[in-house]
T-cell receptor, first 112, second 113 residues
Framework: GDSVTQMEGPVTLSEEAFLTINCTYTATGYPSLFWYVQYPGEGLQLLLKATKADDKGSNKGFEATYRKETTSFHLEKGSVQVSDSAVYFCALVNTGFQKLVFGTGTRLLVSP | NAGVMQNPRHLVRRRGQEARLRCSPMKGHSHVYWYRQLPEEGLKFMVYLQKENIIDESGMPKERFSAEFPKEGPSILRIQQVVRGDSAAYFC???????????FGDGTRLSIL
């Protein structure tokens, strides 16, 4: 079945450092890919998405490119802030199905 | 705030009791999804409903769990005879249509004593 694999955390960075969180997927067909962010005690917020190969999703300085050849959707940000500390989830939804398949999440801790 | 509303935010039950979790989708959304998040894990799909219909319940445990989304009122996830292993955060999401982004509520954190 479909699955998503994320790098394990926590990822600990200093403010203004470069961020990469790796995400790879296994899916039949042509899934849409998403990054969600979860702040403590809250639900998930959609951060960005890409619906087809070579699409780049971007939002709030974060970006990720849908790479079909490597089945990857790595999340990047050039300069992180303390307020970016949260858990980040990579997810996919496959064509014709409505259920999101999530990775296990990567906790990001940014220190001043 | 017209977001997805879940209540209660926290629910404590003793083993053997029933838990009822409510979800009001965003205005105009008729597609509702329930997910469960166990501690330190990602979210796992449970069930997908449209008004008065269960479309996909492939992630629902076979016993004790049920879900509904009536014509009027919120969607309800019901867990009968709760056990310790039911302790988790339960998230509801809604969308405008089948291929539209899902928007999540803040979840209900269920604790079983």
């Amino acid at each position: 079945g479909d699955s998503v694999t994320q790098m394990e955390g926590p990822v600990t960075l200093s403010e203004e450092a470069f961020l990469t969180i790796n995400c790879t997927y296994t899916a039949t067909g042509y899934p849409s890919l998403f990054w969600y962010v979860q702040y403590p005690g809250e639900g998930l917020q959609l951060l960005l998405k890409a619906t087809k190969a070579d699409d780049k999703g971007s939002n709030k300085g974060f970006e990720a490119t849908y790479r079909k050849e490597t089945t990857s959707f790595h999340l990047e940000k050039g300069s992180v802030q303390v307020s970016d500390s949260a858990v980040y989830f990579c997810a996919l939804v496959n064509t014709g199905f409505q259920k999101l398949v999530f990775g296990t999440g990567t906790r990001l801790l940014v220190s001043p | 705030n017209a977001g997805v509303m879940q209540n209660p935010r926290h629910l404590v039950r003793r083993r053997g009791q029933e838990a009822r979790l409510r979800c009001s989708p965003m205005k105009g959304h008729s597609h509702v999804y329930w997910y469960r998040q166990l501690p330190e894990e990602g979210l796992k799909f449970m069930v997908y409903l449209q008004k008065e219909n269960i479309i996909d319940e492939s992630g629902m445990p076979k016993e004790r769990f049920s879900a509904e989304f009536p014509k009027e009122g919120p969607s309800i996830l019901r867990i009968q005879q709760v056990v310790r292993g039911d302790s988790a955060a339960y998230f509801c999401a809604s969308s405008l249509g089948q291929d539209q982004p899902q928007h999540f509520g803040d979840g209900t954190r269920l604790s079983i004593l």
